[in-house]
């Protein structure tokens, strides 16, 4: 048989231990550095006896059995297996290994709680939330309110994470002006030799807009309750997956109360190449988190004016989600999840504001000893 070595491979030292990582395939193992020595042999395609060849020094059968198992680990790829290992290598080619490694290394991540984390906290080891510089001279900044648009001020404290939602369908005016002012453009630009470039009412790196939505409808007036795209363009909800419910919703939300109550839940997924193809260095991957940034706190804000409440969750089944959208994980990958709906009036929603005591357990400055 046939293999080569992945493509989206990354070796470090850790506590003394030589790591190899597949950051598609999730295996991080220790081993001896020896294992990049068999892996480099394996550039083209190689046969497991060709390779053994290379080390004359070493015992075949032991070569062959490291090999075998270099292999189950996905560090060697046959023919068979190298569709999302070449795709990966093609669609991330120049934002890896960094954001490569960086993105699909932390895919997946189960979601629970630390209890040891809360301990910590409790026993004081708790970084400072405010810096300061106590010696440095000061000005006092004037505390009169500015003399600006009432409404934006009222929307802008008013925007607080949701969890609860009221069981009313949500009307669809309120629903189509959302993804409108949020997804929706708001102008094209002649970007000269990128053509025309749309622009949203949020920033993004290069006007790119490389983030595409995807609209779960679970309660909203006239609209069939699935999975639909938003086409952006057209300003139209696209059916996919009539057969998406609220609770597929929630189980790719790792279950939380928010996406199960809400009417509306929004996945953000990026179409990489619309970003790579201009901006090929690594940290145009960390544009594209910021890009998702914009979106999401557009979308808070719009969802607070129009008087629904919103969520927003990092937690989510990546691939499960990728699936369920279906998108490839490659070459586009999801990034971001969103809900909006109106908030429920029975006090359920809610978080309680902090008093004196929570302060006193709080560690303001650098220095202080709650
Ligand atoms: C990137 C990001 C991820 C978040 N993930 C979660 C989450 O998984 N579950 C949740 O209940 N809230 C989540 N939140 C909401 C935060 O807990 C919330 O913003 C924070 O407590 C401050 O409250 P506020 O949004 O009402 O000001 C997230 C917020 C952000 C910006």
Redesign the pocket.
Known sequence: MLLRRAHNLVCYWRDGAFVIQNYLGGSEVSLAPMAADLLAAFTDWTTVDEAVTMFPDHDPDSCRAALAELHAYGFLVSEDERERDDRLAEHWETWSPEAGALHFSSKDAP?TESPEVNEDFRAGKRPALFKNYPAADRILLPRAPLDVDAGFVRTLYA?????AFSRAELPLPVLSGLLAMVFGPSEFLDGHDFGALMKRTSAAGGSRHELEAYVAVSAVEGVTPGLYHYNVLEHSLELLDPAFTRERATHL??D???VAEAPVTVFLTAVVERMSSKYRAPRAYRVMLMNA?HL?QTF?LTATALGLG??????FRDSELEDALGVDGIAETAL?VLAAGIPAADGRDG?PTAGLDAFRRAALYPGDHA
Request: hydrophobic letters at 30%.
């Open positions: 979601y925007r607080r994470t949701h969890r939300s790792f939380q109360e928010a940034g999401a808070a919103p969520f927003q969750t990092a937690a971001y978080e």
